[in-house]
């Protein structure tokens, strides 16, 4: 499955991801600083990264498409 996360290379955000890719998923981590080093989701071919606020509709549609 493809998951999408807001704030995917924050704190909690990060968290879900390494536990989503874990669990097999594919993750779109979509932040303000998308390009910010996130420990154990930097080699993965499994994450997308998007830099985008909230308000950009959008590249919240492209993310969470599919």
Same mark, same amino acid.
């Given at each position: ?29 979509? =932040?303000?600083?998308?390009? /910010?080093?996130? *420990?154990? $989701?930097? #080699? =993965?071919?499994?994450?997308? /990264?998007?830099? *985008?606020? $909230?308000? #950009? ?10």
């Amino acid at each position: 499955m493809k998951i999408a996360i807001t704030g995917g290379t924050g704190f909690v955000g990060g968290h879900f991801a390494k536990h989503a890719l874990e669990d097999g998923h594919e993750v779109v981590l979509l =932040s303000r600083t998308a390009n /910010r080093e996130t *420990s154990g $989701l930097n #080699d =993965s071919s499994r994450v997308t /990264r998007v830099s *985008s606020d $909230l308000s #950009d509709i959008q590249i919240l549609i492209n993310a969470f498409g599919g």
